[in-house]
Structures are given as C-alpha cells and as structure tokens.
C-alpha cells in the first residue's frame, strides 16, 4: 500500500533541463527549518501533500480491477457431492403388474474446468456415482469425463473475449495520466507560490533599502534646515516621502505574509512553533532573468500533442469506445455453441472395481449444437447505436481538446515573450531611472531642483525597481505555464509518474 509520493513517483538525483541543484527525494529535508530552496519546496509538496497522497490510490484502484478482469480466465476446481431417495411404481414386462420400487442415489463429483479466450470452454472431472434399490443389486459407476464446448458466432474471437480486460488496462493507465496531471498541477502551484515569494521578498528589500535612503536624506536636510542652508519646506517633502516608503513597507510586509503562507500550505508545512524564524524562498539565482528557451512555437505544439495528460487520456476514452463498439456488434450475432461431451466409465458391484473396470469397453459420447437468438434485438441494436455515438463524441471531444490545447500553448508562448520583452525593457527602464536620481541629486546640490523633484525622481525609481523584479518573475512564472500547457513540466524537471504509457494514436 503506498504511504507516500516516493511509492508512486520516481525524483532522480539531478533535476533536468532546469539546471538547479540535484536533490534526492530521501534526502534530509528541513521540517520545520527557515530556508527553503526551490527544490526542496518541491520534493516536499510530492511527498506531504494530502491531496496527491489521495490521487496516488486511483491507479492502485484501476490496477485492482483490472486483475479482477484477467481473473474471468483463471482456471477453476469445482467439487459436488448429492445424495437422493426415491420411491416409484413399477410395471413387470411379463404380468403387467405394477410394483413399488424404492431406491438411493450417491454421487461424489470433481474436476476443474476454464475458459479461454477463444471462446472455448474445457471441462475435465472425476466422478463416482452408487446406486441401490430394493429390486436391483447395488451398482457403482466411475467416470471420467471431457467436456468441450466452442462459440461459432457469438464470442468466438479472442479480441471480443477481451474487451474488458483491454478496458480495464485502459483505465488504468488514464488513472496514471490523472496522477500525471493532478502532479503537473501541483508542481506548477508549488512554484509559482515560491517565486512570488521571492519577489515578495526582493520587494520588501528594495523597499527597506529605499525607505533607509529616504530617512537618510530626511537626517541631512534637517542638517542643513538647521544651519539655514536648506528650506525647512525641502525636510517637509523629505519627511512625506519617507512616510510613504513606510507606509509601502507595511504593504510589502502584509503582502510576503500572505505569500509565505500560499507557499507553507503548497509544502504542507506543520505550524511552526511559536517564536520559530519565518519561512525564507532562498532564490537559487536571486532574482536573475531566466534563459530563453531554444524550442520554437512548432515544436511546442508538437510536444503538447504528443505529451499532454489530457490529450493521451482523451486517447484512452477514445480507445475504450472502439472496444465497446467491437463488444456491442458481436452481442448482435445469435449465440451458436458445438459441444463434445466425452467419458470413459467403469461399472461393479464395488468401488474399487468400479475404478478398475474403466479400461473397459463403456463409455459415453455425445455432440451437438446449441443456437439461441432473441426474439427481438432491440436492445442489443440500441446498446451498438450508443457505442458507436459515444466512440464519435469521444472523437469530436479529441480534436477539441487538441484545438484547446494548441491556443492554450500559443497563448502561453505569447505570454512568455511578452514577459521576456518586459523583462529587458524594465531594466533598460529601472537603469536609466537611476541615471534621472543621480542627475536630480547633483541638480538639488547646485540649487537648481527641488527635494519634490529628487523624492519624485526616488519614487519613480523605486517603481521600476520593483517592476524589474517582478517583469523577472512573470517571466519565470510564464515559463511554467508554457511547460503546463506543453504537458513537460514533469520532464523538465525530472520527475516521472509509474505506470505511465504513451497513448496510441486512435
């Protein structure tokens, strides 16, 4: 019975393409510990999260039945034993008079017996029956029998006989793609709630650093307010402009409270005890723009097509109803069985000569044919014309689904280019705005600008600060979309589903 993640999914010790430091899924993992590093955020949401530990029993339920449908064809003992009186009348062939009979009937019976897929069922006893009566001796009788009997129309092709098992196999392996998205989805919530705890983070350092420049400049204009070098209207400025960073730093701070606490239920972390240090997103490469991917639109559609959980499982249901169709047009034909019956039988007044006179010349022989049809085939007409239905909305269903697929990577890809695009045109920005503080610095130290127009100039730096990091994290969280909607954000980053195949092509 599985416990956890690491039962139905395998984590290797590297993380591919991404490039992030390895880490084992038995590694030793902070419980309770400040730092969390990406990966660790993680390997523990797969190993602690309550709803993948849930989702992880569906393949081990579809597996169940699957063995109870390969069970149809086990071979079976069968083992019957009776016993019977009666009593009759009689007529005497010489006098024509009639008289009552009184007689006791014991059989013992064993054997085992299977049916195959070919629509052939096989039969094989032993059998031991004993006769007395108050007109006739005792007699006992052995028997050793063959029975065979073969489908000539009705279940008589071996791909008929299995449509179930075949159904169960396909239920089990959409039950691994359910996992495989239900992971994907997970993973992909994981992380997105870790990034936007690093830019919560970043933001509230790039506040603080702000705010202590504010309040520094606040310290020398009451300096220069003091020795009557500087306005006492240019410290007021001052001072309102370091209130607002104050109050921004309480946003930021309610903010990354928030964020942290979208990133502990992500990991399924116990409550922390009291006084214990907050939880930290330790960035593996701080807030550094990620690299372009080299794969271009084409062959993006390609893998959505080829790797998407839905698309395959859309496959499967597809796959499931052409062998309903297969099971429904061969419930149209008349059932026509040939049956052979054989037995070698011993008869003596004891069992043990019974047994022994089998090699003699009594046995029993018989053949035949047995056809049955319905009267009216409505009903099985009706069940063929809803399979066929259901395979062709399952058809229709695919094709939507591809279409849907392919605008949700296009529309991904248009995201992560845009993100990209802002990425450099919000450094570009937060670069030349600190080209603008510097110039209003020197400008304010001549005498030719004004503390309004050095703390405008802050403040406007102080946006395109925080739009570069968070430009830098909707690229990072573009990414991730793009790899969700291709379907490879498991590949991407290492992370394989047991007891997942690819789909065939319907």
């Given at each position: 019975?599985?416990?956890?993640?690491?039962?139905?999914?395998?984590?290797?010790?590297?993380?591919?393409?991404?490039?992030?430091?390895?880490?084992?899924?038995?590694?030793?993992?902070?419980?309770?510990?400040?730092?969390?590093?990406?990966?660790?955020?993680?390997?523990?949401?797969?190993?602690?999260?309550?709803?993948?530990?849930?989702?992880?029993l569906?393949?081990?339920?579809a597996?169940?039945?699957?063995?109870?449908e390969?069970?149809?064809?086990?071979?079976?003992?069968?083992?019957?034993?009776?016993?019977?009186?009666?009593?009759?009348?009689e007529?005497?062939?010489?006098?024509?008079?009639?008289?009552?009979?009184?007689?006791?009937?014991?059989?013992?019976?064993?054997?085992?017996?299977?049916?195959?897929?070919?629509?052939?069922?096989?039969?094989?006893?032993v059998?031991?029956?004993?006769?007395?009566?108050?007109?006739?001796?005792?007699?006992?009788?052995?028997?050793?029998?063959?029975?065979?009997?073969?489908?000539?129309?009705?279940?008589?092709?071996?791909?008929?006989?299995?449509?179930?098992?075949?159904?169960?196999?396909?239920?089990?392996?959409?039950?691994?793609?359910?996992?495989?998205?239900?992971?994907?989805?997970?993973i992909?919530?994981?992380?997105?709630?870790?990034?936007?705890?690093?830019?919560?983070?970043?933001?509230?350092?790039?506040?603080?650093r702000?705010?202590?420049?504010?309040?520094?400049?606040?310290?020398?204009?009451?300096?220069?307010?003091?020795?009557?070098?500087?306005?006492?209207?240019?410290?007021?400025?001052?001072?309102?402009?370091?209130?607002?960073?104050?109050?921004?730093?309480i946003?930021?701070?309610?903010?990354?409270?928030?964020?942290?606490?979208?990133?502990?239920?992500?990991?399924?972390?116990?409550?922390?005890?009291?006084?214990?240090?907050?939880?930290v997103?330790?960035?593996?490469?701080?807030?550094?723009?990620?690299?372009?991917?080299?794969?271009?639109?084409?062959?993006?559609?390609?893998?959505?097509?080829?790797?998407?959980?839905?698309?395959?499982?859309a496959?499967?249901?597809?796959?499931r109803?052409?062998?309903?169709?297969?099971?429904?047009?061969?419930?149209?034909?008349?059932?026509?069985?040939?049956?052979?019956?054989?037995?070698?039988?011993?008869?003596?007044?004891s069992?043990?000569?019974?047994?022994?006179?089998?090699?003699?010349?009594?046995?029993?022989?018989?053949?035949?044919?047995?056809?049955?049809?319905?009267v009216?085939?409505?009903?099985?007409?009706?069940?063929?014309?809803?399979?066929?239905?259901?395979?062709?909305?399952?058809?229709?269903?695919?094709?939507?689904?591809?279409?849907?697929?392919?605008?949700?990577?296009?529309?991904?890809?248009?995201?992560v280019?845009?993100a990209?695009?802002?990425?450099?045109?919000?450094a570009?920005?937060?670069?030349?705005?600190?080209?603008?503080?510097?110039?209003?610095l020197?400008?304010?130290?001549?005498?030719?600008?004004?503390?309004?127009?050095?703390?405008?100039?802050?403040?406007?730096?102080?946006?395109?600060?925080?739009?570069?990091?968070?430009?830098?994290?909707?690229?990072?969280?573009?990414?991730?979309?793009?790899?969700?909607?291709?379907g490879?954000?498991?590949?991407?980053?290492?992370?394989?589903?047991?007891?997942?195949?690819?789909?065939?092509e319907?």
């Open positions: 019975e599985p416990t956890g993640a690491a039962d139905r999914v395998h984590i290797p010790s590297e993380w591919q393409p991404s490039g992030l430091p390895g880490l084992a899924l038995g590694a030793e993992l902070p419980e309770s510990g400040p730092e969390l590093s990406l990966e660790e955020a993680v390997v523990l949401a797969l190993r602690r999260q309550p709803g993948l530990l849930a989702q992880q569906n393949p081990v339920i597996g169940a039945f699957e063995a109870i390969r069970g149809e064809f086990d071979a079976e003992w069968f083992a019957s034993a009776t016993a019977s009186r009666d009593r009759a009348q007529t005497a062939r010489a006098t024509g008079e009639q008289f009552e009979v009184s007689g006791r009937d014991r059989e013992v019976r064993a054997g085992v017996r299977q049916d195959w897929v070919t629509g052939t069922g096989v039969e094989a006893s059998g031991h029956a004993q006769r007395s009566s108050d007109r006739t001796p005792e007699q006992q009788t052995a028997r050793l029998g063959l029975s065979l009997t073969q489908s000539l129309l009705r279940g008589r092709r071996p791909e008929v006989n299995l449509v179930r098992i075949r159904q169960a196999e396909l239920a089990t392996m959409a039950s691994a793609y359910e996992l495989r998205g239900f992971t994907e989805a997970l992909a919530r994981t992380e997105t709630a870790y990034w936007e705890l690093v830019l919560a983070q970043e933001r509230i350092r790039i506040v603080e702000s705010l202590t420049v504010a309040r520094g400049q606040v310290a020398d204009l009451r300096q220069g307010v003091e020795v009557g070098s500087v306005a006492p209207t240019d410290a007021i400025v001052a001072e309102a402009e370091a209130a607002r960073r104050a109050q921004d730093l946003d930021a701070q309610s903010n990354l409270q928030t964020q942290r606490l979208r990133l502990e239920y992500q990991v399924a972390a116990p409550p922390a005890p009291v006084g214990a240090p907050p939880l997103a330790v960035s593996p490469a701080r807030v550094e723009v990620p690299e372009q991917p080299e794969e271009g639109i084409e062959a993006r559609l390609g893998l959505a097509d080829r790797m998407r959980a839905d698309l395959n499982e496959r499967l249901r597809i796959q109803d052409e062998l309903e169709v297969v099971a429904t047009r061969d419930g149209l034909l008349p059932r026509l069985d040939l049956f052979v019956n054989l037995a070698k039988t011993g008869f003596a007044s069992l043990g000569d019974a047994f022994s006179n089998l090699d003699g010349n009594t046995y029993e022989v018989r053949a035949g044919l047995s056809l049955s049809q319905a009216g085939r409505q009903a099985a007409q009706a069940r063929e014309v809803v399979a066929r239905a259901t395979r062709d909305q399952s058809e229709a269903a695919l094709d939507n689904a591809r279409r849907l697929a392919a605008r949700d990577v296009r529309l991904a890809w248009t995201e280019e845009r990209r695009a802002q990425t450099e045109a919000a570009e920005t937060r670069a030349l705005q600190e080209e603008v503080v510097r110039a209003e020197q400008r304010f130290e001549v005498g030719t600008s004004t503390a309004l127009m050095v703390a405008q100039a802050q403040r406007d730096l102080l946006a395109a600060e925080i739009a570069e990091a968070e430009a830098v994290i909707q690229h990072r969280l573009a990414l991730i979309g793009l790899h969700v909607a291709e490879t954000l498991l590949e991407r980053r290492g992370i394989a589903v047991a007891g997942e195949t690819m789909a065939r319907p």
